[in-house]
């Protein structure tokens, strides 16, 4: 006798990339997954928490590298439900930080589908604290902005030019193709020597990172080869890296 399906979708955030980091939450729905649609930030140990006979299918967008529309990602999550039952989205990160996350749940429930959203650890709080970088601190940081460093449209968001004109900690995502334009707008206020880190691959086994000024950080990260994807941390807050020196900026990559 074939047994019934009963469609659900799980928004589940597997955090910043070391698989530790997921929340057990997150580990008892993949456990429980009859399908899997995982991103390109995920890493894939996680996937190890779901059933031997769960499908798993990788739908992850990178710069340039758009196999599966948002649209088709979204039809696909509706389909795979009703095909298979219980579907698990894992997403990098926290899924409603630029995740998209609400907009596929939104897509679920408008099908009638029942929904569950489990957090993850956003790269934009954690990627900075394991390398010591705090977003606030008394007397240097009273808030933080997380923004993105592209739009929709594909422009550089109009709230970094908002962000450099405040004292607050500004942590840029998919931000690193935009370094020259970001660092320009900083530059235009007169921010130049404002310190500012670039930390690839974070809380991963290759991170590596680069602190720099807004001035120097261009060239540093072409000497030291340091890319995508990263996270863009500027601020006086980066001046509480443990290897930072005020007088003569260190470069380091680990």
């Not at 990602?73 to 298979?84: E, G, P, T, W, Y």
């Amino acid at each position: 006798m074939k047994q019934a399906i009963y469609p659900k979708v799980t928004l589940v955030g597997a955090g910043p990339g070391d698989p530790d980091l997921i929340s057990v939450k997150g580990i008892r729905a993949l456990q429980q997954a009859d399908v899997v649609l995982y991103d390109a930030l995920v890493n894939e140990e996680i996937l190890h928490y779901t059933p031997e006979e769960a499908v798993r299918l990788y739908v992850g967008k990178r710069l340039g590298q758009h196999e599966f529309t948002q649209s088709k990602i979204n039809d696909l999550i509706v389909a795979m439900a009703r095909l298979h039952g219980h579907v698990v989205r894992l997403k990098g990160g926290d899924p409603f930080v630029f995740g998209r996350g609400q907009e596929e749940i939104s897509y679920a429930r408008q099908h009638g589908l029942e929904t569950a959203i489990v957090p993850g650890i956003s790269s934009s709080i954690a990627v900075p604290e394991m390398q010591g970088i705090p977003l606030t601190s008394r007397g240097i940081s009273e808030s933080f902005w997380v923004l993105t460093g592209t739009t929709q449209t594909g422009a550089i968001s109009a709230d970094i030019d908002l962000a450099a004109q405040s004292n607050a900690t500004a942590v840029i995502l998919m931000g690193v193709h935009k370094i020259r334009e970001i660092t320009a707008i900083y530059q235009h206020y007169g921010k130049g020597e404002m310190p500012i880190a670039i930390i690839q691959n974070g809380s991963l086994a290759n991170e590596r990172y680069v602190l720099a000024t807004v001035d120097t950080v261009v060239e540093e990260m072409q000497q030291q080869g340091v890319g995508s994807p990263a996270v863009i941390v500027i601020g006086e807050v980066v001046r509480e890296h443990p290897a930072f020196v005020r007088e003569h900026v260190a470069l380091h990559c680990v």
